[in-house]
C-alpha cells in the first residue's frame, strides 16, 4: 500500500533559525509556502513546519520529533561534517538496522530538540 515517505512535519520554534541550521549543517534548501510555513527540500522529498503558534493544527509537539535522513558520504565523513560545523553527537556512529537494511547512524538534536540521525547505508559504504 505505501511507496515511499513524500514528507514529515517537524514543529520548529524559530523557522528562519531552524531553516539556517538545516542548511548550513545538513544542505538542504529553504522555501517558504503557504502562509507561512517553511520547508526544507532534501533529494525529493521535504520536511515541513507549520507557522510557529500554529502547531495545534498539526496535533504535534515541539520538539518530539526523531527523523532518520540517509547520506551517500559515508559515516566518518558525515560525523567529521557535523562536528565541523559545531553539531553535539549524542550517539554515533553505531550500527543499526534501516528501512533497507544494516546502516551506521550518528544522531544528534536540532534546534528544537528534534532528534535527527543521518546515516549510510552499509551498501553504499566503501
Known amino acids: 500500500m505505501i ?3 513524500d514528507h514529515i512535519v517537524l514543529s520548529m520554534r524559530d523557522i528562519d533559525a531552524a531553516a539556517a541550521f538545516y542548511a548550513r549543517v545538513l544542505g538542504v534548501r529553504s522555501e ?6 517553511a520547508a526544507l527540500h532534501f533529494g525529493n522529498r521535504k520536511v515541513t513546519s507549520p507557522p510557529p503558534g500554529r502547531e495545534i493544527c498539526s ?5 518530539a520529533g526523531d527523523l532518520c535522513l540517509i547520506t551517500r558520504l559515508g559515516s ?3 560525523v567529521q561534517h557535523l562536528l565541523d560545523e559545531g553539531v553535539e553527537i549524542i550517539e554515533g556512529p553505531v550500527r543499526k538496522t534501516g528501512a533497507l537494511g544494516p ?3 550518528a544522531c544528534f538534536n536540532d534546534p528544537d530538540g528534534n532528534l535527527i540521525e543521518v546515516a549510510s ?4 559504504m566503501p
Open 121 to 124: 547505508c552499509e551498501r553504499d
Open 59 to 63: 496535533h504535534a509537539c515541539i520538539g
Open 32 to 37: 517558504t509556502f503557504g502562509g507561512g510555513r
Open 3 to 5: 511507496e515511499s515517505l
Open 103 to 105: 546502516i551506521s547512524s
Open 76 to 78: 566518518d565523513r558525515a
